[in-house]
Structures are given as structure tokens and as C-alpha cells.
């Protein structure tokens, strides 16, 4: 389980880590993207390993 903060809901979150997609910004540092359970708001979490 991974925990994000969604801007919309104000709130921690925990997502299963099969949810989890690791991505790579354009200036070159890991990143994980998720979507929230809740309201299905797109999450990011900088300097996630990838």
C-alpha cells in the first residue's frame, strides 16, 4: 500500500500498489502517478522509486 494526497479530497490516501504506475517527469526524476479511489482524481507523488 502506497499513501498519496489527493488535492480534491483534501485527504491521505492508500492505494494498492498494483494501482501505482511509476513515470518519469520531463526533467528526468521519478515519479508515481495513481488515481484516487474515491473521486478518481489523478495523484502524483514526486521522487517515487522507478
Known amino acids: 500500500?502506497?499513501?498519496?494526497?489527493?488535492?480534491?479530497?483534501?485527504?491521505?490516501?492508500?492505494?494498492?500498489?498494483?494501482?501505482?504506475?511509476?513515470v518519469t517527469m520531463k526533467n528526468g526524476k521519478p515519479a508515481m502517478k495513481s488515481k484516487c479511489p474515491d473521486c478518481g482524481t489523478t495523484m502524483f507523488k514526486i521522487g517515487g522509486k522507478s
Not at 1 to 21: G, I, L, N, P, W
Open 1 to 22: 500500500m502506497t499513501s498519496f494526497y489527493c488535492v480534491k479530497c483534501r485527504a491521505k490516501k492508500q492505494v494498492d500498489d498494483e494501482a501505482v504506475e511509476h
